[in-house]
T-cell receptor, first 110, second 112 residues
Framework: LAKTTQPISMDSYEGQEVNITCSHNNIATNDYITWYQQFPSQGPRFIIQGYKTKVTNEVASLFIPADRKSSTLSLPRVSLSDTAVYYCLVDQDNFNKFYFGSGTKLNVKP | ETGVTQSPTHLIKTRGQQVTLRCSSQSGHNTVSWYQQALGQGPQFIFQYYREEENGRGNFPPRFSGLQFPNYSSELNVNALELDDSALYLC???????????FGSGTRLTVV
């Protein structure tokens, strides 16, 4: 089953672009990659999902190389309110099992 | 506004007791999953239900069980509580028409 590896923490400043990379070496053919954001004492919030190449929505972009063994979440122009833990999740849809990693704690400074 | 509500928000139980946590999903979300999140860690997948049948389970013992009802509500039952069961329990729902899962704010369970 695919497991994910992310940096434990990252620091950034307001207005900067932040890129968080996740490794998922054992990703299976039918698996999607999903990113969630979580604030303290709240449930995770869906950010973006993708299968290959690039996906963009109103809050983020997701870049997935051809081998799909990693993915990069890109947050444009972060603000203080983006300080949170970000999780990369591989949707093991074939097995109906979903594994969150330990997440990346993003700290945005003024 | 998440559309998924969990109750109670906080709960204190004694070791060995049984607990039932409840979740009300968004209308039309026929898939619900439950997670356990210990302090400082990522959510751990417990199990998933689709149309009232369990169709996926993580590495949790049988004393963790669940039910899903036709009205899009669900329950997580934990028997013989242990101190290590203290955690935030999250419910998440989804449907084939949407991407990802919508999570509730969780139930904070403390076992003493």
């Amino acid at each position: 089953l695919a497991k994910t590896t992310q940096p434990i923490s990252m620091d950034s400043y307001e207005g900067q672009e932040v890129n968080i990379t996740c490794s998922h070496n054992n990703i299976a053919t039918n698996d999607y990659i999903t990113w969630y954001q979580q604030f303290p004492s709240q449930g995770p919030r869906f950010i973006i999902q993708g299968y290959k190449t690039k996906v963009t929505n109103e809050v983020a972009s997701l870049f997935i190389p051809a081998d799909r063994k990693s993915s990069t979440l890109s947050l444009p122009r972060v603000s203080l309110s983006d300080t949170a833990v970000y999780y990369c999740l591989v949707d093991q849809d074939n097995f109906n099992k979903f594994y969150f990693g330990s997440g990346t704690k993003l700290n945005v400074k003024p | 506004e998440t559309g998924v509500t969990q109750s109670p928000t906080h709960l204190i139980k004694t070791r060995g007791q049984q607990v039932t946590l409840r979740c009300s999903s968004q209308s039309g979300h026929n898939t619900v999953s439950w997670y356990q999140q210990a302090l400082g860690q990522g959510p751990q997948f417990i199990f998933q239900y689709y149309r009232e049948e369990e169709n996926g389970r993580g590495n949790f013992p049988p004393r963790f069980s669940g039910l899903q009802f036709p009205n899009y509500s669900s329950e997580l039952n934990v028997n013989a509580l242990e101190l290590d069961d203290s955690a935030l329990y999250l419910c998440a729902s989804s449907s084939l028409e949407i991407q990802g899962y919508t999570f509730g704010s969780g139930t904070r369970l403390t076992v003493v």
